[in-house]
């Protein structure tokens, strides 16, 4: 292939990226979960907003990797933080940074094979399915497979002989990943061998340069953890939290929260720490909380060696399945509303056929392949060692492209000479793209369905909430947030009777939720049962002993019964936890009130 017809066909295949993007974009701009956001989301946007409005340094150790947020709140410093144009903002740098990402997949692959394979590879990014969903998102996976696919270009270039500032470039790569997926620390070690190359020495060198550069990145956010309380941390503190999450005797693979309602990113950087520090009766730093739960995993693992086992087998299942697995937006919903993902595109299902392919086609070239293998196996064991989401393992998909372009490129050059093998080639790439529309699965109606009705009550708009939770229930009976949820929303309303019967039904899903415990037995008092609201908040204090709306409710229970003084400690108790918790403030001061009026 001639130079300019290389850059011809390039310039194609990155338009045809851009508008595929683009026109996503345009197709969902005002959607749900995409114009309005819920959970992850909507947490990185208030985190990046407050950033923007000053917060530069932060006040805490970090929970969750910090570079997404500081990014975006880069852009609303810019934009506007109130701007209702800050989303479109952000979607569009995503958009700009992913056809990058495309252009860097293009270079590693040229490396590896020449023209054909890097505009393979570059092509099937740009078709490829959940990509274009996750760069309009408001989410850090886009951003991830970005610097990914920069990260593979470094290693391929650095392995082919590229100079020591390569090498050094590469660690750099690597920690801009970490500060996006902290799991991306356990991924260095398996790149660490590509600076071994045959028939040249300095490895130990090159190596070292590797290490600096992560290093460089990692020093300034372990100074910030330090200098605002959270020990050694060089990224966040979540690392021990998310090991226990996905091994411990109750887990499934996927995320379980530590407290059931809690699951919502306002509690999970709180609950680690206060179940943490409960248990071993003192205060903890950012470090201690995470070597607690990291500890408290291990412990299982020692007891139950064979249970540990077979956990990690079924998440290495899950990992490979095709089935994209949902966090908060169910990607084959959003393909019901887009018609640019109900299109015929690249799906993992396609690109694991393709890949296995790859692979066989350059089974004597295993050496050159060497940085797309190792990235592969650490990215996919530093994924499952935890627990999975299809975000999570996104990443290893670029790899994965570089090794099925290998079939696509093949089939390009030997169209003519090989006959035979580009018919079976050919056939490949055809089952690689139809597969998906025939094995589409149903989106997770029950999650869909769950988080329109937070979104309706956010807005206002209280029936609607109501309606869409109960379509969750209908398809999920079992889905505990939904059914504390439809209390919240009767009690909202002054429908007293409709709260006690959903927050029953909560209670029966999750008995071991302090939160349901502690609505019913608001409920309960709101309609005069005072032994009934008694025993559900005595059950909520039982769970959680710190459950402040338990402990300020019972003692609102024995003011009434004449009880001030053990009322009065248990409003103590409340502020201890939390002095500017509201409610037991104002309890105090009719207590104050009361007990000045008695002398």
């Not at 692959?109 to 760069?135: C, E, I, K, N």
């Not at 000479?417 to 589409?440: E, K, Y």
């Amino acid at each position: 292939m001639t130079a300019s017809r290389e850059r011809r066909v390039l310039f194609l295949v990155l338009t045809l990226a851009l508008l595929l993007r683009l026109m996503h974009w345009v197709a969902v701009r005002e959607a749900p979960f995409v114009g309005s956001l819920v959970m992850d989301s909507e947490e990185y946007d208030r985190w990046a907003r407050e950033i923007a409005g000053g917060e530069w340094l932060g006040s805490e150790p970090f929970f969750q990797a910090p570079l997404y947020p500081y990014l975006l709140a880069v852009v609303y410093a810019v934009v506007g933080i109130a701007s209702a144009a800050r989303l479109d903002a952000v979607y569009l740098l995503q958009i700009v940074l992913a056809v990058a990402g495309c252009w860097a997949l293009y270079r590693a692959g040229r490396l590896l094979g020449g023209s054909r394979l890097g505009l393979a590879a570059a092509g099937l990014a740009a078709v490829y399915g959940p990509f274009l969903f996750y760069d309009v998102q408001l989410l850090k996976e886009s951003l991830a497979v970005t610097t990914v696919s920069f990260l593979l270009w470094g290693l391929v270039a650095a392995a082919r002989g590229g100079r020591l500032g390569v090498w050094l470039a590469v660690g750099v790569g690597a920690g801009v990943l970490v500060l996006l997926r902290e799991n991306a620390l356990l991924v260095v070690p398996f790149l660490l061998p590509v600076a071994v190359v045959p028939g040249r020495s300095g490895a130990l060198r090159r190596m070292t340069l590797v290490v600096a550069g992560l290093a460089l990145v990692l020093a300034p956010v372990a100074v910030r953890n330090a200098a605002v309380g959270g020990g050694f941390l060089p990224t966040t503190f979540q690392g021990g939290v998310n090991f226990y999450i996905g091994n411990n005797a109750s887990a499934d693979g996927t995320y379980r929260p530590l407290t059931p309602g809690r699951q919502v990113p306002a509690f999970e950087r709180r609950e680690p720490v206060r179940l943490a520090e409960q248990a071993l009766g003192r205060e903890l730093t950012g470090a201690e909380v995470s070597r607690y739960w990291l500890g408290e995993s291990l412990d299982w693992a020692r007891s139950r060696p064979f249970d540990f086992l077979e956990l990690q087998a079924r998440k290495l299942g899950m990992f490979w399945r095709w089935y994209e697995w949902p966090d908060a937006v169910d990607y084959y919903w959003m393909a019901s509303i887009s018609p640019l993902l109900a299109l015929p595109l690249l799906e993992l299902g396609g690109v694991m056929l393709l890949a296995l392919a790859g692979l066989w086609l350059v089974r004597r070239r295993l050496v050159v392949w060497s940085p797309v293998l190792l990235f592969a196996v650490g990215w996919t064991l530093s994924t499952v060692v935890f627990f999975v989401f299809s975000r999570y393992r996104l990443p290893v998909v670029p790899a994965l492209l570089l090794l099925a372009a290998v079939p696509v490129a093949e089939l390009v050059e030997g169209f003519r000479t090989q006959r035979r093998r580009s018919a079976i080639l050919g056939a490949l790439v055809l089952i690689a793209f139809a597969a998906p529309a025939m094995l589409s699965p149903e989106p997770r109606l029950d999650l869909v369905h769950y988080n329109l009705g937070i979104l309706a009550e956010r807005d206002g708009r209280i029936g609607e909430a109501a309606a869409e939770l109960e379509r969750a229930l209908n398809h999920n009976p079992e889905l505990f947030s939904a059914a504390l949820e439809r209390g919240n929303l009767a009690r909202r309303v002054g429908d007293l009777g409709g709260a006690i019967g959903w927050y029953r039904r909560a209670t029966e899903i999750e008995p071991r939720s302090a939160l349901a415990w502690s609505n019913l037995g608001a409920a309960l008092m709101l309609s005069r049962d005072e032994t009934g609201a008694a025993e559900a908040l005595g059950k909520a204090v039982e769970i959680d002993p710190t459950e402040l709306g338990a402990l300020t409710n019972l003692a609102v229970l024995r003011a009434r019964r004449g009880e001030i003084e053990e009322a009065g400690r248990l409003v103590e108790r409340v502020l201890a936890i939390d002095p500017a918790y509201r409610p037991a403030r104002s309890l105090q001061r009719r207590l104050d009130a009361e007990e000045g009026a008695e002398r």
